[in-house]
């Protein structure tokens, strides 16, 4: 009877066995969520303390709005060579290395901005910083990694509070030092310092890249096929997983020539309309924050510590943003195309009205919204490329997709610096223009239907 019993309970056992340690998987994913956003804190408060103020920068050097937009744009490029290929080494190499790694280097490079005293400084400062500043796609990439694919736009949305958290206090501390005499090179050099705590951050805490979906591979696989989670670089040695022995097998370069020949087939297929959508829109938003800074300036005559408060207080106001975005996705019956649709349409409506502004009021009107509405539509558009990519190489997907953002980093400086010498009204217009354009695709295009996880899964 007791082997009876026991046979009889072989296939319950397991399932057992697979729940308990799915449990444990989200249990350690939550913890280690909760470790690296004291990193993604530090990380966003020193960049939003130099990133405001590297137009005004770039002008106190002597240069007009033009050459300051192709300088500007030399670090789009480097991002749009870099961003693919970082997110394919981070699912290779494992989230915790690269993201230490990207964090060093990105160090280097403000603490040369420290020194710029003329252009050719200043773009060779960039360098490192476009090559390797990657540590939000990493995050988001090591967040997909922990949650399930249900959960995933709440945790995207969490996610993006914690940003804007990052982003509340550096703008004041930035607009303060810049006014001082040589602030914005001792504001580089904080900066920089901010970065090397973040990697003994990142050393020295205790990380565990637990891969949860690989549970849910093992519910969708049969009994006797099933497997355990996998553990991915951050593992305690002697924790060997099946995971790293296939990629002892092979070169981790050539995994990752594989991943970006798999991802140029799905760039032009399935997620053209996605990465379209994602580029004019990155346009249209950074055509605004652009010359912020300087067109408050020139319109209204707003000093730079007062225009750091106005950042601080809409970076506050998209953290709560971040807190709606899952009840905002239960209204809409977790529909994410229309959300980003009609997102979209918000936002361009509010470039149009800052870019009309008479007064400070609507500035602050407009900004207030716009960092409400821009909020919700980058969780979107992020869920959106992971759901039409699949759950298979999610640092992949998001490396390409910040690949089309930095695209849209060389586009905006460019059209910024042109458009500013018409007026400093301009480059928020044609941001307006370009939201329109973004807005008409997606209403032509039909959301991109997701099978149910258990069929993306399942076993040939």
Known sequence: MALGLHGGRGASGQGLALETSAMATAASGAVGSRRFLL??????????????????????????????????????????????????????????????????????????LGVSTNVFLFTLARVPVGIFKHTLSISRALLSDLVTEKERPLVLGQFNTASGIGFILGPMVGGYLTELDGGFYVTAFICCSVFLLN?????????????????????????KHATVPRESAGTPQGAATPAKARRSEQNPWLEVLSALKDMKSLLFSAL????????????????YYSNFVLALDERF?????????????????????????????????????????????????????????????????????????????????????????????SGTVIGVGQSVTA?????????????????????????????????????QNKPHSTEPRSEKLKPE
Not at 316 to 325: E, I, N
Not at 411 to 417: D, F, K, N, Q
């Open 39 to 112: 990193c993604l804190y530090l990380d966003l408060f020193g960049v939003s303390m130099v990133v405001p103020l590297l137009s005004l920068h770039v002008k106190s050097l002597g240069v007009s709005p033009v050459v300051a937009g192709v300088v500007g744009s030399s670090y789009g490029i480097l991002q749009f060579f870099s961003s693919t290929f970082v997110g394919c080494w981070s699912d290779v190499v494992g989230r915790r290395s690269s993201l230490l790694a990207c964090i060093l280097l990105s160090a280097l490079g403000y603490l040369l």
């Open 199 to 223: 990697a003994g951050l990142v050393w020295v805490l205790p990380w565990r890249e637990t891969t949860l979906k690989s549970a849910e591979d093992a519910w969708s696989s049969d009994g």
């Open 407 to 443: 695209v849209a980093r060389v586009i905006a400086p460019l059209l910024s610096g042109v458009a500013q010498e018409l007026s400093p009204c301009g480059p928020p217009s044609l941001g307006a223009a370009l939201a329109l354009v973004a807005v008409l695709i997606m209403s």
């Open 272 to 287: 053209w309309d996605i990465f379209l959508v994602r580029l004019l829109m990155g346009v249209a938003v950074m055509l």
């Open 301 to 393: 005559g707003v000093r730079p510590k007062t225009t750091g408060y106005l950042i601080s207080y809409t970076s506050a106001l998209g953290t709560l943003a971040g807190f709606a975005v899952g009840p905002i996705l239960r209204l809409y019956r977790h529909n994410s195309h229309r959300v980003l649709l009609h997102s979209s349409a918000l936002t361009c409506s509010l470039l149009l009205l800052y870019s009309v502004a008479g007064s400070m009021h609507v500035v602050v009107l407009s900004s207030t919204l716009l960092s409400f509405s821009t909020s919700i539509g980058r969780t979107c558009i992020t869920d959106l490329q992971l759901s039409a990519g699949g759950a298979q190489a």
